[in-house]
């Protein structure tokens, strides 16, 4: 059973009802988090982003604040279903995926930590497919192993199974195995 969590404020009901403001606050929030997923799992980032949050505020008039998921989930939930439906897509056409360009790094040891993201975006870009998504979601945007088995139509072991194996492939990737 999910605890029921109240919404802290009421942008989800004013950006249903075309508030821009509560819809730019809403963007502002989640849209990193939606980015990211965009960016490390599609051909094309920035149409899948614009086609999420189309996606998102045509179906926010179904989100419940006071329901078991908090609005990120539920926006990040949308965005990885869309995501795994582009992909079925290209699989039928035989398309391949390419990473997108990586962001600028902060401040600090700005050289070597993007030396070292630069390894890791080519060693998740080596994975299959289905290997990047599942370490992607689950590493990068911390969605539960279940919840990705269900948007993604196959069994929790599979998942698992494919969680595993990129990792030990990732290792190897980067010369730690």
Not at 122 to 138: I, K, N, S, T
Request: proline share 6%; glycine share 8%.
């Amino acid at each position: 059973m999910h605890a029921v969590r109240p919404d802290p404020d009421d942008r989800p009901l004013r950006a249903a009802r075309g508030d821009e403001a509560a819809r730019a606050s809403i963007v502002a929030e989640l849209g990193p988090r939606v980015w990211g997923l965009c960016r490390r799992l599609s051909s094309e980032p920035e149409d899948a982003y614009q086609d999420v949050w189309g996606k998102v505020f045509a179906a926010l008039h179904r989100f419940d604040p006071s329901g078991p998921a908090s609005l990120s989930t539920w926006v990040v939930t949308i965005a990885h279903r869309h995501l795994v439906d582009l992909h079925r897509r290209r699989q039928v056409r035989g398309e391949v995926v390419e990473l997108g360009d990586l962001p600028a790094p902060s401040a600090g040891d700005a050289v070597e930590r993007a030396q070292r993201v630069e390894r890791l975006e080519q060693a998740l870009g080596r994975l299959p497919e289905a290997h990047r998504r599942v370490v992607v979601l689950h590493h990068l945007h911390e969605r539960p192993l279940d919840a990705i088995a269900a948007d993604e139509g196959v069994a929790l072991g599979t998942v698992k199974s494919r969680l595993h194996r990129a990792r030990a492939r990732l290792l190897e990737l980067l010369g730690e195995g």
